[in-house]
């Protein structure tokens, strides 16, 4: 009686300790899934981070051409102004050219009509001065001659006077007419003089306004090209960052059910430090179980010394004896999500061509037998930080 009293309470004691023992931890697909989520999600951070930063310097070199664009648009209303002061001097111009050519027409006609004149007044004077060179003297020795009386050679006397005042009229009329001709011919070259000026301005009109189109259009039509192409690299970053942002909050919805799945391996865990367990003699091994176990052994720790081999196989057995997992090798191995080469396909490929070392099959026998190196543990992983080992076998840590 007092036999069984003592190991009864060896067996409680046994309990108590490995459940004072036990960290709460995960599993290691599962911990391996919440610090990929929590990097992949730091990444996207950092991208969104990023990402934001390249807006923010978007955002302000638009405000820059925008500002540039508004001293061009005021530049530009000062060309409106320009252009506008030049067509008005251009139509006034043009208007002064019309004007100019109708007085240059109007000149021209009244310098035809001054030399007209004058040759009509030359002519008048060569028949005078021919007459007088051929007939004057007898006319007058004639008129004396043949005068009646004193009264009568007075008045031819007066008609001579007056065909010589006739004379000196037409001489001035000559003269008066070739001054006006050449004041005329005067007047039509100062004109045509003017009118080569006011073309050469009128010139220096237009060259100004396409100079003033050009001088500020340009760098409007390119800050505007800039402004679009920015507002396209601002369209396209804040699409990208809405992704991130998206992306993001999907990360966190996964971590969050990779915490809620660590929180029920942590349970499971606490489940199994405290739950029956049965003596490896109780277990029926089936036809395959070794090879199923010295495959898994090989997948998990193929790379691992002996002692590594032993322990993984030492899990697998101390969950086939905990009343919480399955009860066979096979249930053990193929449980949802728990072994990852399982989901991985590596262990089917492993099974296929029949990786498994004589040391896996070694290691597989032994704990088969009833060997544990790691107590009851039930979980095992890579070192990573925040997880408490019981036992740290190779590259492995157990609990």
Aim: hydrophobic residues 35%; charged residues 25%; contains cysteine.
């Amino acid at each position: 009686m007092r036999g069984v009293r003592k190991a009864a309470v060896l067996m409680t004691l046994v309990l108590l300790l490995g459940l004072a023992t036990v960290t709460v931890q995960a599993t290691e697909e599962t911990r391996q899934k919440i610090n990929q989520a929590e990097q992949e999600k730091r990444e996207t951070e950092s991208k969104l981070d990023e990402t934001e930063d390249r807006l923010e310097g978007l955002n302000e070199q638009k405000d820059s051409l925008q500002g540039t664009l508004t001293t061009l648009n005021t530049e530009l209303s000062q060309v409106s102004n320009n252009l506008s002061d030049l067509e008005t001097k251009i139509a006034d111009k043009e208007t002064e050219i019309d004007t100019l050519n109708g007085k240059i027409d109007q000149v021209q006609a009244e310098l035809q009509e001054a030399i007209q004149l004058k040759d009509e007044q030359y002519e008048t004077m060569k028949q005078q001065i021919k007459f007088m060179y051929e007939r004057s003297d007898y006319l007058y020795l004639e008129m004396f001659l043949s005068a009646g009386s004193f009264s009568d050679f007075l008045n031819r006397n007066n008609y001579i006077e007056q065909l010589s005042a006739y004379q000196q009229k037409v001489l001035q009329e000559y003269k008066d007419a070739q001054a006006q001709m050449e004041a005329k011919e005067e007047e039509l070259q100062l004109a045509l003089v003017q009118l080569e000026e006011d073309k050469e301005e009128l010139d220096d009109y237009k060259e100004q306004v396409v100079v003033e189109q050009n001088r500020v259009a340009g760098l409007v039509n390119q800050t505007s090209s800039s402004i679009n192409a920015t507002a396209a690299q601002i369209s396209e970053a804040e699409a990208q960052a809405l992704a991130y942002e998206k992306q993001i909050k999907e990360q966190e919805e996964n971590i969050t059910v990779l915490k809620a799945k660590l929180a029920e391996e942590i349970r499971m865990a606490e489940l199994a430090a405290q739950s029956s367990w049965r003596d490896i003699s109780e277990v029926s091994f089936a036809e395959g179980d070794r090879y199923l176990l010295a495959n898994l052994i090989y997948c998990e720790a193929g790379g691992e010394p002996y002692a590594g081999k032993v322990a993984v196989g030492s899990v697998v057995i101390n969950r086939v004896l905990s009343s919480v997992y399955p009860d066979t090798i096979t249930g053990v191995i193929y449980q949802n999500k728990q072994f990852s080469p399982v989901a991985s396909g590596r262990l089917a490929l492993a099974l296929t061509e029949g990786r498994a070392t004589s040391d896996c099959y070694r290691a597989a026998d032994e704990v088969m037998s009833g060997t544990t190196t790691v107590g009851n543990c039930v979980y095992f992983r890579t070192p990573v930080d925040g997880v408490t080992p019981k036992y740290t076998i190779g590259g492995h840590i157990f609990y």
